[in-house]
């Protein structure tokens, strides 16, 4: 089936550097990808979505700037959080669709960002 | 827009007993999909089942089982005889046409020996 590689799993960072998350669908083409972040006991929030070889379109209130989206191939997004504070500490999660469906979501296995 | 409502904040029984997780969606596609997802404590998120909305039928896999209703805009999953390996964060989506997948808030499911 459908996987999607998530790096790190875990990351602790001190505040102001910046962090990369990675996200690579290993055996299918993936035109959007999708960030979550997800706060203790909370939903999955829609951070931003990623087309292949475009912008990202970021959900209202998403610092555009702070979360650097990059999708520059078709199984590989990435997200950067710069100068990275405490309150981005949270649980990030990328999802990606496969080419051709719009049901076809498979999930990485997450990143838990630590700002210290 | 889409919204998925989990009313059900946490759910608490104990071992054996079969538990309902409710599920009620709103859409204005004609056309969509309706999952189930597990978090467990490690936070991955496990794919559970996908329904589209033209089919209606209920599906059953080994103690899991679905009922969608499009009357009641409901996608509500039973678990029978529960085990303490089922307690997790369920949460409920949504995706029509080629929207976005919209989560519902999640129930917690605490299941005790």
């Known amino acids: 089936g459908a996987v999607v590689s998530q790096h790190p799993s875990r990351v602790i960072c001190k505040s102001g550097t910046s962090v990369k998350i990675e996200c690579r669908s290993l055996?299918?083409?993936?035109?959007?990808m999708f960030w979550y972040r997800q706060f203790p006991k909370q939903s999955l929030m829609l951070m931003a979505t990623?087309?292949?070889?475009?912008?990202?379109?970021?959900e209202q209130g998403v610092e555009k700037d702070k979360f650097l989206i990059n999708h520059a191939s078709l199984t590989l997004s990435t997200l950067t959080v710069t100068s990275a504070h405490p309150e981005d500490s949270s649980f990030y999660i990328c999802?990606?669709?496969?080419?051709?469906?719009?049901?076809?979501?498979?999930f990485g296995s997450g990143t838990r960002l630590t700002v210290v | 827009a889409q919204k998925v409502t989990q009313a059900q904040t946490e759910i608490s029984v104990v071992e054996k007993e079969d538990v309902t997780l409710d599920c009620v969606y709103e859409?204005?596609?004609?056309?969509?999909?309706l999952f189930w997802y597990k978090q467990p404590p490690s936070g991955e998120l496990v794919f559970l089942i996908r329904?589209?909305?033209?089919?209606?039928q209920n599906e059953i896999s080994g103690r899991y089982s679905w009922n969608f209703q499009k009357s009641t805009s409901s996608f509500n999953f039973t678990i029978t005889a529960s085990q303490v390996v089922d307690s997790a964060v369920y949460f409920c989506?949504?995706?029509?046409?080629?929207?976005?997948?919209?989560f519902g808030k999640g129930t917690m499911l605490l299941v005790s020996p």
């Open positions: 999802s990606a669709r496969e080419r051709g469906t719009n049901y076809g979501y498979t």
């Open positions: 055996d299918f083409q993936a035109t959007t």
């Open positions: 990623s087309n292949e070889g475009s912008k990202a379109t970021y």
């Open positions: 859409t204005r596609d004609t056309t969509y999909y």
């Open positions: 329904r589209n909305s033209f089919d209606e």
């Open positions: 989506a949504l995706s029509g046409g080629y929207s976005t997948l919209t």
